[in-house]
């Protein structure tokens, strides 16, 4: 009988920090859903009667872009790679390996890096730096070849994905500055943290104390 309550008093310790972790956990949970296999992945966006700047350059993102950087931006994943078939292995003799045809061009294995939405576009400071870079580095085998209209419709798309942009802007030399790709975000109102973790100390110190008397009684 004299260990029961140290042994209660472990197991109410380890209850409690469990759940705190679970939360936590919850908390991180948030990947987009996975692709469906019904969906046409090649098949060309939706385009509205008056596109928006974004709108347009969904388009130019999937007819210049997607092949290397995914139809939702995932980048050049292993699963997307699997949707070209026989040329899922972009790398393979004669393809975009180092022996490619004379009209065609090679890119590096580890080509190529996610581009939309949360946790992408790290690098870039905001609307105008993004531009900035697309303008002078993308399409990867010709860079640059496009109207500098289509460059902006790309950044303004990619924006919308990422979600610092509202729809609609228009995005021009004189405002890409002001639209930030990393704004500062206020912490959610979540306080199920903070809760769990008062709690938890509570139960800790009931448990000490319980202890305690236990064995000043034994
Ligand atoms: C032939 C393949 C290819 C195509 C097509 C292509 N890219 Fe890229 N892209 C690359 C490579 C290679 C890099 C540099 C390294 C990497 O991302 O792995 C890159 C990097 C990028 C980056 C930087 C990513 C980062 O976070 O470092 C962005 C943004 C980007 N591309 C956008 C575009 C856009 C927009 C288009 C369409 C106009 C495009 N790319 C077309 C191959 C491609």
Known sequence: MRHFIPYTTVFLIALTWLAVGCAGLSV????????????????????????TQADLGSHVYYQVCMACHGDRGQGLTDEWREVWNE??????????????????????????????????LTQFRDGQALFEYLVETMPWWNPGYMPV???????????RENGVIPDGVTLNAGNAVAFNLHPVTPLPEDTTWQVLVIVGMLTSIAALLAFQKNS???
């Open 28 to 51: 991180q949970n948030t990947a987009a859903p996975p692709p469906t296999l019904e969906e046409d992945r090649l098949a060309a966006p939706p385009m509205p009667p008056n596109p």
């Open 216 to 218: 000043s009684i034994g």
């Open 87 to 120: 040329d899922a292995n972009c790398w393979q003799s004669e393809c975009h390996g180092n022996d490619h045809p004379p009209e065609g061009f090679s890119f590096p294995q580890t080509c190529c890096a996610a581009v939309l939405g949360p946790g992408t």
């Open 149 to 159: 209209e289509e460059f902006w419709q790309l950044t303004n798309f990619m924006m």
